[in-house]
């Protein structure tokens, strides 16, 4: 016997004998037989990349225009025997490095959460059981069923294919699918030559196989050539690229600035060029933000995180800056508004109709079929049971399904009905099947009967059956049906049967021509209630929600009208949205709330019609053919229950439970992100600004600068590292959900936040010079009013934090005051960082400061009091004049 997991050409031998060497069967591997293969040659993943070492990490922090400047001034500082200005410059840098690192591992251990949050998965035959396994748990020997949308998971023999084409340019480099087929090829053929095989990392494209894997993990193909299938997303967001762009701006004018300020001082003030350089340095370093880009993409993942707890993952970081601003969402009905849970509750069949009780896949609830006979509804019963994939599982008397919904629904009207899922295929054998494709909306299935006889089975949308039948069938009959049943808000199927002479040769769609129409079925999926709730949510945040579906149109206005989707919705049809042009389309959605009967293609165009009037659309999809849609979208959304791997990786985002609510949370985390970015550039670059405002008009006005070069050092040591953090964490605030959202290209340094800088800069500036010449008048000495100085900045840091925290509300609130923990922790080590600055006499030795009295203490929190009084009234005037918009 093949030594398992031995590499040899599979591609080269005949199913069976794969099948024999690998020591496997149809019924697949038992699960003792998989976990004993499992331990002994490892899960099914390739090797994975070593991060980088902690040194190279810590090192590539100082890789930044900001951090060269500051760099450079220690150097300067040095050279002119500043050594301790020298030694603080220093130790800004590297707490900033510090705080680089552990942002830096923050994000990577939220994307690394993501991976595991979506793993791949397989569908394989244990123990002839169908179910849904880890990928990393495949061994050589499992039965691996395939279909359009997944994406390979090991190396895999084909054993049975239908239609299968399979994308392999993540291994052969070639974009075109390749035809895939069950026999064997020559053995001395090439990767792209052996349509037998189906290996890891590529993409099924079209069509259904099931096979055995013969390679798993690095011995696969993929695994051998070191491949790496699976895309890092980078860390680099647009936004971390025009902060650093605003960095390097930044530092070229201050480069400029300091320049000036220091021919000022020495040409026409009369400072020594050492002082002036030290104190100019000094100003610059106190100048720049250096922190700004980590604490920004702290904010970024600490998002993710937020979001991956509300069962929304991000796979690509900018989607956390553009979800903030969606202003339409477009979204699949089911699964995502309703439950997924399919229940067939109607039967209609030429003579009459039938009603089914029941809830859920449990095979219990009353078949009412009134004055006809339950023999009548047979024929229709069993169509749904053979036409079908699924499987329906009970544990301790909880039913679960694998499959399709809406089979799983038919299955469970089976046991109502009396057929036994399992003593049904004992007498009906199936030999082939055409499975569903979008482009012609139907199934059919080929079986050999308990007589002999080959019946073919078909189900899909009515008017698809209906394209198969007989002439005289009554089709303005089932249209009515149809449309009665849809308008009730059920799904409709269509079953037809056709009886064949003999065994086709190759079974396609001229064998379905002449079938009988045995009826429809209607099927309700109970809608969500949290769908609901977050429909409105997102009405009274301006957010359009945008139903498509492939359902009729009668359901899913049923529906639309059940979740409140608009007060009055309006639906668009497929086949209406053929006839239009793009911009009649265009025009079209803006009164469109429902899409019916849409295909694939048809939802890139709706995208494409939203974006056209510059909206920010997220867009939900599952299949494979949603991925161009996906992509189009400014957030394209998968669902990681029912979606395929090809839609997971057109996506930005993926919801673990396939919910809207969780698109709306999201929604709302993405605002909160926003706002906390805003809110740390809001309270970063007034706070320098204040204190370069005094010491510039002090050399300007040649009077003693107010604080000195060491001491504004280390208040941007202090405070860049307490209290420049914890806007990353605020949550969001009240009514982040009731505003507009914002626009498409809405700067980030926007109107409010550019008068909140100057406003504030003024009156930090006027608080420090007034305290400064207040201390001077009454006796202080410079030592002791400078000290005051330092500390009334850093109160004025703090009491305007508090401020900044409410950018669209009001901070005087207990809410507001009591402050998050984060906000507290940050209070508490900044003001025993003060203490041990203004009282410990090492500290008063290095820094030149001297004790305050109570008093003086008093009067500066009293200051920093009548600071946050004032620019409360000043946010609550501005808005109540209206000057931003971003108020409203």
């Given at each position: 016997m093949q030594q398992i997991g031995e590499t040899r050409s599979w591609h080269g031998i005949e199913a069976a004998r794969a099948e024999e060497l690998l020591a496997t069967g149809p019924e697949g591997l038992s699960e003792a037989e998989a976990a004993s293969r499992l331990a002994k040659l490892g899960p099914n993943q390739l090797p994975g990349e070593k991060p980088p070492h902690p040194i190279w990490r810590f090192v590539a922090q100082f890789n930044n225009a900001l951090i060269y400047f500051l760099l450079a001034s220690a150097a300067a500082a040095f050279a002119l025997g500043h050594g301790i200005d020298a030694a603080v410059i220093l130790a800004v840098v590297l707490v900033n490095a510090v705080v680089g690192v552990v942002q830096e591992g923050r994000a990577e251990k939220a994307l690394a959460g993501i991976e595991t949050l979506l793993g791949e998965h397989a569908l394989v035959v244990r123990d002839g059981q169908r179910q849904t396994i880890d990928a990393r748990d495949l061994v050589p020997g499992d039965l691996i069923l395939l279909e359009a949308g997944d994406r390979v998971a090991a190396d895999i023999r084909i054993a049975r294919a239908r239609s299968l084409a399979i994308e392999e340019a993540a291994l052969t480099g070639e974009a075109v699918a390749a035809d895939k087929h069950a026999q064997a090829v020559a053995a001395d053929a090439g990767i792209g030559d052996r349509s037998s095989m189906a290996f890891s990392g590529t993409l099924v494209v079209r069509g259904q196989a099931s096979g055995y894997v013969v390679a798993t993990g690095a011995r696969t193909e993929i695994g051998q050539i070191g491949a790496l299938v699976r895309a890092v997303p980078r860390m680099v967001t647009p936004l971390l690229r025009q902060i650093d762009s605003f960095g390097t701006k930044l530092t070229l004018l201050i480069l400029a600035g300091s320049i000036a300020l220091f021919v000022l001082a020495t040409r026409f003030r009369g400072y020594d060029w050492v002082d002036a350089l030290i104190a100019v340095v000094a100003l610059a370093v106190g100048a720049i933000p250096e922190g700004l880009p980590a604490v920004i993409t702290i904010t970024l993942a600490i998002g993710v995180q937020r979001m991956a707890r509300r069962r929304a993952v991000i796979r690509k970081l900018p989607a956390v800056e553009t979800l903030g601003a969606t202003s339409v969402i477009c979204t699949d009905k089911t699964g995502t508004l309703t439950r997924n849970e399919m229940l067939v509750t109607r039967l209609v069949i030429p003579e009459g109709e039938a009603t089914v009780g029941g809830s859920g896949y449990a095979p219990q609830g009353e078949i009412a079929t009134g004055a006809l006979p339950r023999e009548?509804?047979?024929?229709?019963?069993?169509?749904?049971?053979?036409?079908?994939d699924a499987q329906l599982r009970e544990d301790a008397g909880s039913w679960s399904l694998v499959g399709d919904p809406m089979e799983g629904a038919l299955l469970a009207l089976a046991a109502k009905y009396g057929i036994v899922h399992h003593k049904l295929h004992k007498h009906w054998q199936r030999v082939d099947e055409i499975p569903f494709d979008a482009a012609y909306r139907l199934m059919a299935t080929l079986?050999?009967?308990?007589?002999g006889e080959w019946t073919v089975f078909i189900k899909g949308a009515p008017e698809a059956v209906l394209a198969t039948c007989c002439e005289g069938t009554d089709a303005a009959h089932w249209h009515a049906a149809t449309q009665r049943a849809a308008h009730e808000g059920e799904r409709v199927l269509g079953f037809a049967m056709h009886h064949l002479h003999e065994r086709p040769t190759r079974f396609d769609f001229a064998h379905l021509e002449g079938a009988r129409m045995l009826g429809i079925m209607g099927f309700i999926d109970p809608k969500r209630e949290e769908a609901r709730v977050a429909i409105a949510q997102c009405r009274s945040a301006g957010i359009a929600v945008k139903m498509i579906t492939g359902d009729h149109v009668e359901t899913a206005l049923a529906i639309a009208r059940q979740l409140d989707l608009a007060d009055e919705p309006r639906a668009l049809t497929g086949a209406q949205i053929e006839t239009m042009s793009d911009e009649e389309l265009a025009q079209a959605v803006l009164e469109t709330s429902v899409f019916a009967r849409a295909s694939p293609e048809h939802k890139l165009r709706i995208v494409r019609a939203e974006q056209s009037h510059g909206a920010i659309v997220a867009m939900t999809g599952d299949g494979v053919n949603d991925a161009p849609s996906l992509r189009q979208a400014d957030v394209g959304t998968a669902m990681a229950l029912s979606g395929t791997q090809a839609a997971r990786e057109a996506s930005e985002m993926v919801l673990l439970d396939d919910n809207f609510a969780s698109i709306v949370a999201a929604v709302r985390e993405g605002r909160?992100?926003?706002?906390?970015?805003?809110?740390?550039?809001?309270?970063?670059?007034?706070?320098?600004?204040?204190?370069?405002?005094?010491?510039?008009?002090?050399?300007?006005?040649?009077?003693?600068?107010p604080m000195t070069a060491t001491q504004i050092l280390w208040i941007?040591?202090?405070t860049s590292v307490t209290l420049g953090l914890v806007l990353a964490f605020e949550p969001p605030e009240p009514g982040i959900m009731e505003r507009p959202p914002r626009g498409k290209d809405a700067p980030l340094l926007s109107g409010f936040i550019a008068w909140r800088v100057g406003v504030v800069s003024l009156v930090f500036a006027a608080a420090l010079l007034g305290v400064y010449f207040a201390a001077l008048a009454l006796g202080h000495p410079l030592a002791e009013a400078r000290t005051m100085v330092v500390n009334m900045l850093v109160i004025a840091e703090i009491f305007y934090l508090f401020n900044v925290r409410y950018m669209h509300g009001r901070s005087l609130t207990w809410r507001g005051l009591l402050g998050t923990r984060a906000v507290v922790i940050a209070i508490a080590l900044v003001s025993a960082a003060?203490?041990?600055?203004?009282?410990?006499?090492?500290?008063?030795?290095?820094?030149?400061?001297?004790?305050?009295?109570?008093?003086?203490?008093?009067?500066?929190?009293?200051?920093?009091?009548a600071i946050f009084v004032f620019l409360e009234l000043e946010k609550m005037l501005v808005r109540r004049l209206g000057w931003f918009a971003e108020l409203a």
């Amino acid at each position: 016997m093949q030594q398992i997991g031995e590499t040899r050409s599979w591609h080269g031998i005949e199913a069976a004998r794969a099948e024999e060497l690998l020591a496997t069967g149809p019924e697949g591997l038992s699960e003792a037989e998989a976990a004993s293969r499992l331990a002994k040659l490892g899960p099914n993943q390739l090797p994975g990349e070593k991060p980088p070492h902690p040194i190279w990490r810590f090192v590539a922090q100082f890789n930044n225009a900001l951090i060269y400047f500051l760099l450079a001034s220690a150097a300067a500082a040095f050279a002119l025997g500043h050594g301790i200005d020298a030694a603080v410059i220093l130790a800004v840098v590297l707490v900033n490095a510090v705080v680089g690192v552990v942002q830096e591992g923050r994000a990577e251990k939220a994307l690394a959460g993501i991976e595991t949050l979506l793993g791949e998965h397989a569908l394989v035959v244990r123990d002839g059981q169908r179910q849904t396994i880890d990928a990393r748990d495949l061994v050589p020997g499992d039965l691996i069923l395939l279909e359009a949308g997944d994406r390979v998971a090991a190396d895999i023999r084909i054993a049975r294919a239908r239609s299968l084409a399979i994308e392999e340019a993540a291994l052969t480099g070639e974009a075109v699918a390749a035809d895939k087929h069950a026999q064997a090829v020559a053995a001395d053929a090439g990767i792209g030559d052996r349509s037998s095989m189906a290996f890891s990392g590529t993409l099924v494209v079209r069509g259904q196989a099931s096979g055995y894997v013969v390679a798993t993990g690095a011995r696969t193909e993929i695994g051998q050539i070191g491949a790496l299938v699976r895309a890092v997303p980078r860390m680099v967001t647009p936004l971390l690229r025009q902060i650093d762009s605003f960095g390097t701006k930044l530092t070229l004018l201050i480069l400029a600035g300091s320049i000036a300020l220091f021919v000022l001082a020495t040409r026409f003030r009369g400072y020594d060029w050492v002082d002036a350089l030290i104190a100019v340095v000094a100003l610059a370093v106190g100048a720049i933000p250096e922190g700004l880009p980590a604490v920004i993409t702290i904010t970024l993942a600490i998002g993710v995180q937020r979001m991956a707890r509300r069962r929304a993952v991000i796979r690509k970081l900018p989607a956390v800056e553009t979800l903030g601003a969606t202003s339409v969402i477009c979204t699949d009905k089911t699964g995502t508004l309703t439950r997924n849970e399919m229940l067939v509750t109607r039967l209609v069949i030429p003579e009459g109709e039938a009603t089914v009780g029941g809830s859920g896949y449990a095979p219990q609830g009353e078949i009412a079929t009134g004055a006809l006979p339950r023999e009548a509804f047979a024929d229709l019963v069993t169509c749904g049971a053979l036409c079908n994939d699924a499987q329906l599982r009970e544990d301790a008397g909880s039913w679960s399904l694998v499959g399709d919904p809406m089979e799983g629904a038919l299955l469970a009207l089976a046991a109502k009905y009396g057929i036994v899922h399992h003593k049904l295929h004992k007498h009906w054998q199936r030999v082939d099947e055409i499975p569903f494709d979008a482009a012609y909306r139907l199934m059919a299935t080929l079986y050999r009967g308990p007589d002999g006889e080959w019946t073919v089975f078909i189900k899909g949308a009515p008017e698809a059956v209906l394209a198969t039948c007989c002439e005289g069938t009554d089709a303005a009959h089932w249209h009515a049906a149809t449309q009665r049943a849809a308008h009730e808000g059920e799904r409709v199927l269509g079953f037809a049967m056709h009886h064949l002479h003999e065994r086709p040769t190759r079974f396609d769609f001229a064998h379905l021509e002449g079938a009988r129409m045995l009826g429809i079925m209607g099927f309700i999926d109970p809608k969500r209630e949290e769908a609901r709730v977050a429909i409105a949510q997102c009405r009274s945040a301006g957010i359009a929600v945008k139903m498509i579906t492939g359902d009729h149109v009668e359901t899913a206005l049923a529906i639309a009208r059940q979740l409140d989707l608009a007060d009055e919705p309006r639906a668009l049809t497929g086949a209406q949205i053929e006839t239009m042009s793009d911009e009649e389309l265009a025009q079209a959605v803006l009164e469109t709330s429902v899409f019916a009967r849409a295909s694939p293609e048809h939802k890139l165009r709706i995208v494409r019609a939203e974006q056209s009037h510059g909206a920010i659309v997220a867009m939900t999809g599952d299949g494979v053919n949603d991925a161009p849609s996906l992509r189009q979208a400014d957030v394209g959304t998968a669902m990681a229950l029912s979606g395929t791997q090809a839609a997971r990786e057109a996506s930005e985002m993926v919801l673990l439970d396939d919910n809207f609510a969780s698109i709306v949370a999201a929604v709302r985390e993405g605002r909160t992100v926003y706002d906390n970015i805003r809110k740390v550039i809001a309270w970063t670059l007034p706070t320098n600004g204040g204190e370069i405002i005094a010491v510039v008009l002090a050399i300007a006005l040649d009077f003693a600068l107010p604080m000195t070069a060491t001491q504004i050092l280390w208040i941007n040591l202090v405070t860049s590292v307490t209290l420049g953090l914890v806007l990353a964490f605020e949550p969001p605030e009240p009514g982040i959900m009731e505003r507009p959202p914002r626009g498409k290209d809405a700067p980030l340094l926007s109107g409010f936040i550019a008068w909140r800088v100057g406003v504030v800069s003024l009156v930090f500036a006027a608080a420090l010079l007034g305290v400064y010449f207040a201390a001077l008048a009454l006796g202080h000495p410079l030592a002791e009013a400078r000290t005051m100085v330092v500390n009334m900045l850093v109160i004025a840091e703090i009491f305007y934090l508090f401020n900044v925290r409410y950018m669209h509300g009001r901070s005087l609130t207990w809410r507001g005051l009591l402050g998050t923990r984060a906000v507290v922790i940050a209070i508490a080590l900044v003001s025993a960082a003060q203490l041990a600055f203004t009282y410990v006499p090492v500290m008063q030795a290095i820094f030149e400061t001297r004790a305050l009295s109570l008093l003086d203490g008093s009067i500066l929190i009293l200051t920093g009091i009548a600071i946050f009084v004032f620019l409360e009234l000043e946010k609550m005037l501005v808005r109540r004049l209206g000057w931003f918009a971003e108020l409203a």
